[in-house]
T-cell receptor, first 113, second 113 residues
Framework: GENVEQHPSTLSVQEGDSAVIKCTYS??????FPWYKQELGKGPQLIID?????GEKKDQRIAVTLNKTAKHFSLHITETQPEDSAVYFC????????????FGAGTRLFVKA | NAGVMQNPRHLVRRRGQEARLRCSPM?????VYWYRQLPEEGLKFMVY????????ESGMPKERFSAEFPKEGPSILRIQQVVRGDSAAYFC???????????FGAGTRLSVL
């Protein structure tokens, strides 16, 4: 079945450094890729998303890149801050009648002050 | 504009009892999704509903689980005869239209004793 692989599972960086999280997907019909941030005890919050007709999107310190040929997309966080510490999930959605969204297993990001 | 509201936040049931989880989507949203999250894991899609219709239930267990989204009132995820393996966080998300951003609620944490 469809699958989204996410790496790394845990990432520890120093405050001010950059963090990169990578995902690959299997369903070639996927064409919408959101990224969510989940803090302890809370629901996932959308932080950025990208559609298949775009290769890169940026919003302040957060950027996402998409390579549809390789079925690969990445989240980049620059100038990390302690409040960026959370679990980050990538997801892939295919509009093939089912509108099912497949999530990666998550990356736990620690930003050390 | 209130976000996606889920209740209860925490639910404790004994094996064999029924669990009812409620989700009120954001105002103006007619699309609802349910996900299950086990500890230290990503979100697993369960079901996608529009008003009075189930669009995709491919992630729902075949037995004991059901979902509805009536014309009036919240969406309900119902688990009959709960077992310990049903213990998880259940998240609801809503969107204003097909293939659009999903906004998540804070989740219901179900514990089965």
């Amino acid at each position: 079945g469809e699958n989204v692989e996410q790496h790394p599972s845990t990432l520890s960086v120093q405050e001010g450094d950059s963090a990169v999280i990578k995902c690959t997907y299997s369903d070639s019909a996927s064409n919408y890729f959101p990224w969510y941030k989940q803090e302890l005890g809370k629901g996932p919050q959308l932080i950025i998303d990208i559609r298949s007709n775009v290769g890169e999107k940026k919003d302040q310190r957060i950027a996402v890149t998409l390579n549809k040929t390789a079925k690969h997309f990445s989240l980049h966080i620059t100038e990390t801050q302690p409040e960026d510490s959370a679990v980050y999930f990538c997801a892939a959605t295919a509009n093939t009648g089912g509108f099912k969204t497949i999530f990666g297993a998550g990356t736990r990001l620690f930003v050390k002050a | 504009n209130a976000g996606v509201m889920q209740n209860p936040r925490h639910l404790v049931r004994r094996r064999g009892q029924e669990a009812r989880l409620r989700c009120s989507p954001m105002k103006g949203h007619s699309h609802v999704y349910w996900y299950r999250q086990l500890p230290e894991e990503g979100l697993k899609f369960m079901v996608y509903l529009q008003k009075e219709n189930i669009i995709d239930e491919s992630g729902m267990p075949k037995e004991r689980f059901s979902a509805e989204f009536p014309k009036e009132g919240p969406s309900i995820l119902r688990i009959q005869q709960v077992v310990r393996g049903d213990s998880a966080a259940y998240f609801c998300a809503s969107s204003p239209r097909d293939f659009d951003i999903q906004y998540f609620g804070a989740g219901t944490r179900l514990s089965v004793l």
